[in-house]
């Protein structure tokens, strides 16, 4: 626009200088000895030409300059509205999906509230011989005749969804293995049992004793099976291991001071509790711990038996450290390495993060220690990103579908993990997350575009021919199909203690 601007000036004063050409050529004129063929007229209307043609071709300019603007303002408007439409509809599946969920409880609430609980003296009424009883809980619903054997008293409804005495009752009797069976059992009201545990372990004779012989079963058998699969229960029993000694070290924490659980640790449950952590440890050394992505379970539960028992300093310090990137992850790590007494190691284990290419885990730990200053947070967080784009544009090159498919979700959960860091700890000022949003966009839409295209390329259904035969169409190409599973937990960990929501990317920390 400057030089625009430039130019306009320089043609305007094309008249002032041709009035000080024709005073010059007048001086030269009147000198006798020089002798023009040439008249001031000719000159002047060259010039005046000249000016004219300059004008002409700088207002075409000035023209396809505005009609330029104007295109890009016309491109950057419908890409806006294309944006909106996304937005639309991905509203509007998510209202959708909400609705087919509100759907769904309302015919569960339904089948569940056409018959109430009958109190104590209905009851009576059904004892003393009335052979029926008709219950309405609508007008559009029809009567239900209940015989006496299938009317349900509130007393037993009320046990039956108070986990709470059934908790208590086992660790007044110190029964392990049943408290692990209920456990199991009850997987549905886990967030309950979670917060009635330390309550429950209050009644115990022996709470520290009851948890320790709940972990004698933790390494009965192997996670994964010939075929591959996870042995669900043993994966069960560990988080419910793992649980009941976070559960016990809340209890110590939360404790009234009248009662000493406390003296309750005593020298020789701590040297149960060593004899169990030295059988454990010999099976961590094998432990790949980029594999676990910082979700060791294992890795956490010896952890958390050296912290609950107290009896961290009966280890190496340094071999206590190496185990803390398995469960970097972990919400619960920063206090667990408070609980160590590791707070004076936290930079070394932030350092070996940061080498490891575990840069998120490390901004987290590093805010969870006051240590933004060691370690400046959003430097981290674009290194992190800038290394997931290299591998992916390096390899994108030559990769095959199915590899660049990878490749683009390593970088769509890079930014994703990005933009979530970035909010938990506020640094929007300091790393807009805008151009990230749109990137994550620009790869979700081609996403979109290569599952319709293999949509489309998959073979379509047999139909008959007149004459009877079948036509099937050729196949030209069968995506490859491949998943990214960088960063991914399994469902099942999303509820029991010291286990993670279900995610696909690193995430500031795991509850």
Partial sequence: MADTQSVAILIDSTTSKIQ????????????????????????????????????????????????????????????????????????????????????ALSDIGYVFGKYRVISPVSMKDVSNGVPDTMIEEKSDVKPVTLNSDEVISADSVKEDNNPQSELMKLCEKMDS???????????????????????????AADPFALVLDSLKDFYSGEILGL?????????????T????????????????????????????????????????????????????????????????????????????EGEICKLIPAVSRRRQTADLCRSLGLTRKMPGVIEA???????????????????????????????????????????????????????????????????????????????PVDPLQKRIMQLEKAKADKRRAAETAKPQSKRPRANGTTYAPRVTSIPEKSFYLSYTISPTHSTYYGNGYQVQYQTSFIH
């Fill in 20 to 103: 000080q050409l024709q005073q010059a050529f007048a001086e030269l004129e009147s000198h006798n000895a020089v002798s023009l063929n040439l008249k001031w007229k000719e000159l002047e209307e060259h010039f005046h030409g000249l000016e004219n043609s300059l004008k002409t071709r700088f207002v075409e300019l000035q023209d396809q300059e505005k009609e330029y603007e104007t295109k890009v303002m016309e491109t950057q408007e419908m890409l806006e509205k294309q944006e909106a439409v996304v937005v639309a509809k991905e509203q509007a599946t998510l209202e959708q999906l909400q609705e087919k969920r509100d759907a």
């Fill in 177 to 203: 293995k049943g408290l692990h069976k209920f456990i199991s059992d009850n997987r549905k009201n886990l967030a309950s049992i979670r917060e009635e545990i330390p309550i429950a372990l209050r009644n």
């Fill in 227 to 239: 075929d591959g699969k996870k042995d669900a229960s043993l994966l069960g029993l560990r988080r």
């Fill in 241 to 316: 291991c793992l649980m009941l000694m976070e559960s016990l070290g809340s209890l110590m924490e939360d404790t009234v001071s009248d009662y000493p659980y406390n003296k309750i640790l005593t020298s020789d449950i701590r040297e149960q509790a060593k004899l169990i952590a030295n059988d454990w440890k010999p099976k961590l050394n094998d432990l790949d711990i980029d594999a676990n992505n910082g979700n060791s379970l294992e890795a956490h539960a010896f952890l958390q038996l050296l912290a609950t028992f107290g009896i961290a300093s009966e280890f190496d």
């Fill in 353 to 431: 993060l940061i080498n490891s290419g575990r840069q998120i885990d490390a901004v987290n730990l590093a805010y969870a220690f006051d240590l933004t200053e060691q370690f400046a947070p959003v430097p981290l967080l674009k290194a992190y990103l800038k290394e997931a784009r290299k591998i992916s544009h390096h390899k994108a090159g030559n990769a095959s579908p199915g590899a660049q498919n990878e490749l683009n979700e390593r970088e769509l959960t890079a930014l994703k993990a990005v933009i979530k860091c970035i909010e938990d700890h506020k640094l929007e000022e300091q790393y």
